[in-house]
């Protein structure tokens, strides 16, 4: 496994020894206003400085950065090392980049979610590369006796054009390791950028196609013991009994041990501690409710009529608007709960010593994670490590921490190194999903179909705030309402890949549908209405770019020849989400008197496109995430108990299933937002919309697959 | 337990596991080949495709009792250097999110242009459907085996 400690001695030695000698620029990432300092390999070889993080050049040219932020997917490992070596100059095939393990000393916010770390790093990342870049530059002109500004930078190089002279980076570490690093460098403009918008590949494709050791579950350490763990059936039960002697006599098991409402079976191999876990025979009570999806029809809709609802956003007057109303438009829109499915399931490996703890495996937030088995041990953190590995997708999931406790848990009561499995049955029916949640809609128009009033109520299910409420229309009603009901259930809910978003997006989006056709309206035109209205007069704060969303609107209504195709009913949705903008137009043609979805166009402008190849298959992947939920994702209930509780149960998109998805950016040179969640948000909207405009069906519930619309096709 | 004898990637193993365990944890807990991955255990996401005897399989719920003297090829085997040309496709083609389901994804990839070196699109999705990727990399997917295919005499 290629991981890195940063604070260990041994390490330092390995990288050093691997580079050869050469420059080490340490940096401070989580400030970027605070100067470079440049470390002598030397220092570094004998372990005896421990700076925050570091690019290294070594004399074999070969650069080797450090990436902070757990991968999962997102293609962060290959865009952070594109940016150093975009403003380094580098020759990209001598960078490698290493996973860098918890250090929240030197990375501030070493964290995967909310699709923040482009925009967190940017300038810093560019900071390094430029330092070192000037710094190398500064050495090849002591050395030729010339004015550093006569030197030029490329491929690894350094050049003299009036001499013909040039110099590899290799060649010139050791002299720029004694130079002093500046306090302020000047960054490249984006129309010199040779790497960034470039596609390169994920730096890890080979290790992948060749079956490495890279995720958590194909961590192996010498005596390490298996296990996996018994949890409630339900959710609302509590542990009574345990009786574990069948699951002891079992061959290869080596502890049977109980804590809270969870009994671990621990042994030799991973097929037999899940045999003998069949052999346990475990006695719940009730704790709390039960609860089947049938309640929660019931508990909506008493929500929505009775609740106690928190005001989100008020503007005006929507007492009155609605009063004026020439015509009132209203509909609900419901989500079910929503498992995360990362195909690599949960696990950790935890080794609960006499001097501290080690924590091996796929996180989302590594720091969270130690902060828990902290709690969990009495152990100070210093004396816990982490070691991030590469993960088999998050969605969400892997936010959490519980896996991470459990096997800390388990480790510390059989006192030997363990790694606890999830099967996907364990995965999937042991919570932490997506709430289900409902919409309810409201809008007044007037006589000339303008929109005067508009309300939403929320109602989720342990889902807090279900609504997002600055976002688009807030901001071009003047009279506005916004609240939510929260319903606290013994079922335990998450941020699965774009929070709440990731539903409501699809339920606004359907929902303006309705209201444009209800006003008369072309859906984009009655958009771009709405937003020249925020402009010129806007109600309340506006707190999304009116110019961006605009941009990505009439990108969409431009490559998808909106409403001019023949035969294709076209459906339009746009949405705001993690600092980016997307705008989709779906695409269904009627074949055979069915309704395809035939391709999915998207808009997107999330600044400048760091790698396109990562960028276009975040966006399709995003896309097809979205609509993969949107149609089949389905997680139900009864009497406390998930009833799907594997694929074969819980249906995932697969590629009979998916559209052409067609990306376009918006190059407009604004500095990178992420792209991880961006693109899922809308996908729901542009299909619902396009499906009605075929079949004058709306679809108000998800999953689609269930709706009457779809009833009898497969 | 008992000590069951394989060939895998034209290397002779030999594991003392009781009979009903699945392949899957035999390759990974016994012979210590994690490339092929656990993802559903009941051969319904693809994760896990060996190929026995040239065929893909799913490697999750085939006994090892039931191999015999089967050769088993997984990832690991599939080329000496990592480049067979699907695995040579998938590189160019730059199919990997997360990545854990591309090994799985390339086996059943690989079986098939060993029996149809050109593919027609609808082989190729009908072939493939039965691996899921949760990341949503199916049109790359796609391109990528018809890229291979291109590669392949």
């Known amino acids: 496994m290629e991981t890195f400690e940063n604070t260990s001695r041994r390490s330092f030695m390995k990288i050093a020894a691997a580079a050869g000698g050469g420059l080490f620029l340490g940096f401070n990432w989580t400030n970027a206003t605070a100067s470079p300092v440049v470390v002598h390999a030397k220092d570094v070889a004998a372990g005896t400085v421990n700076f925050n993080s570091y690019l290294s050049i070594g004399t074999d040219n070969i650069i080797t950065i450090v990436s902070p932020n757990p991968e999962i997917g997102q293609g962060i490992k290959t865009a952070f090392p594109m940016v150093v070596a975009e403003e380094l100059d580098a020759d990209w095939k001598t960078v490698k980049t290493v996973q860098g393990n918890l250090d929240p000393a030197a990375f501030e916010r070493q964290v995967t979610g909310g699709s923040g770390a482009v925009p967190h790093s940017w300038e810093r990342l560019r900071q390094a590369g430029a330092t070192a870049r000037y710094l190398l530059v500064e050495a090849a002109a002591a050395r030729w006796k010339v004015q550093p500004t006569e030197c030029s930078t490329s491929d690894g190089k350094v050049f003299h054009k009036a001499s013909g002279k040039s110099l590899s980076y290799g060649e010139l570490v050791e002299e720029a390791s004694k130079l002093t690093a500046p306090k302020e460098v000047k960054l490249k403009e984006e129309k010199d950028f040779k790497l960034i918008g470039k596609s390169v590949r994920n730096v890890d494709n080979h290790n992948i196609a060749t079956g490495k050791p890279l995720f958590g579950l194909d961590f192996h350490r010498e005596g390490m013991l298996f296990a996996v763990i018994q949890r409630p059936k339900a959710f609302g039960f509590k542990l009574q009994s345990v009786d574990d002697k069948a699951a002891r006599a079992m061959p290869g098991i080596v502890d049977v041990v109980t804590f809270e409402n969870s009994v671990a079976v621990v042994g030799k191999s991973t097929w037999q501690v899940n045999k003998a876990r069949l052999a346990l025979k475990i006695e719940y009570e009730k704790a709390a409710d039960l609860e089947s999806s049938s309640d929660h029809n019931r508990i909506f809709q008493d929500l929505l009529n009775n609740g106690e609802a928190t005001v989100r956003r008020k503007d005006g007057d929507v007492h009155t608007a609605f009063k004026n109303a020439a015509k009132v438009i209203k509909a609900e829109y419901q989500c079910p709960f929503l498992a995360h499915s990362p195909l690599e399931p949960m696990n950790f490996f935890a080794h609960v010593r006499a001097d501290g703890v080690e924590l091996v495996g796929p996180t989302q937030t590594p720091d969270r994670a130690r902060g828990e088995v902290a709690k969990l041990t009495g152990f100070p953190v210093e004396k816990i490590s982490v070691e991030i590995t590469r993960q088999g997708g998050g969605f969400g999931r892997r936010l959490a921490a519980d896996f991470v406790v459990e096997a800390a848990h388990v480790s510390k009561l059989v006192k030997a190194p363990v790694k606890v499995i999830w099967t996907r049955e364990d995965d999937m029916t042991g919570g932490i999903y997506r709430p289900a949640v409902r919409y309810r809609f409201e809008a007044a128009l007037d006589k000339s179909g303008e929109l005067i009033g508009y309300k939403l109520r929320g109602v989720g299910m342990n889902a807090g705030n279900s609504t997002r409420e600055d976002n688009f229309p807030s901001g071009s009603v003047d009279n506005l309402l916004i609240d939510s009901v929260d319903h606290k259930s013994p079922i335990t809910t998450g941020p699965w890949r774009a929070p709440i978003t990731n539903f409501l997006a699809y339920a606004e989006q359907s929902f303006l549908d309705e209201v444009a056709e209800a006003a008369g309206k072309d859906p984009i035109e009655f958009r771009l209405n709405l937003l020249e209205k925020a402009k010129k007069q806007p109600a309340g704060e506006v707190k999304y770019d009116i110019d961006r969303m605009i941009a990505v609107i009439k990108l969409a209504r431009d490559k998808s020849n909106w409403g001019k195709k023949k035969g294709v009913h076209q459906g339009f949705s746009v949405y705001f989400s993690h600092r980016s903008y997307v705008a989709q137009v779906g695409e269904v043609v009627i074949e055979k008197g069915k309704p395809i979805l035939k391709n999915v166009i998207a808009a997107v402008d999330c600044g400048i496109v760091i790698n396109l190849s990562g960028s276009l298959q975040q966006v399709r992947g995003g896309v097809v995430d979205g609509l993969g939920h949107a149609m089949y994702g389905n997680m139900t209930f009864k009497n406390g108990a998930a009833d799907q509780t594997n694929f074969d149960g819980f249906r995932l998109i697969r590629m009979s299933e998916i559209p052409e998805v067609d990306v376009h950016f918006v190059d407009n040179g604004i500095s990178p937002t992420g792209l991880g969640e961006p693109a899922l948000p809308p996908t729901g909207g542009a299909v619902a919309n396009a499906f009605y405009k075929a079949t004058k069906q709306r679809l108000r519930n998800q999953p689609f697959i269930e709706e009457p619309l779809f009833k009898g096709i497969s | ?153």
């Not at chain 2, 035999?26 to 991955?37: A, P, S, Y």
């Not at chain 2, 893909?56 to 480049?83: F, H, M, N, W, Y």
């Not at chain 2, 990997?96 to 609808?122: N, R, S, V, W």
Request: net charge neutral; proline share 3%.
């Open chain 2, 1 to 153: 337990m008992a000590l069951f004898k394989l060939t895998v990637n034209k290397r002779a193993y030999q594991a003392d596991v009781e009979g009903d365990t699945p392949l899957l944890w035999v390759l990974r807990d016994n012979l210590g080949l994690v490339g092929t991955k656990y993802g559903c255990g009941i051969a319904q996401c693809g994760a896990c495709t060996v190929h026995l005897d040239g065929k893909a399989v799913r490697s999750c719920v085939l006994p090892v009792s039931a191999i015999g003297q089967g050769k088993v090829t997984t990832i690991e085997g599939l080329s000496d250097k990592g480049d067979h040309p699907v695995q040579q496709a998938w590189d160019e083609v730059d199919v990997a999110q997360c990545g854990y389901c591309q090994a799985g994804q390339i086996m059943t990839a690989a079986a098939l242009l060993k029996e149809k070196p050109k593919p027609t699109d609808e082989e190729i999705v009908n072939t493939m459907n039965g691996n899921i990727c949760r990341c949503g990399t199916y049109h790359r997917i796609h391109e990528a085996v018809k890229v291979a295919a291109s590669k392949t005499k």
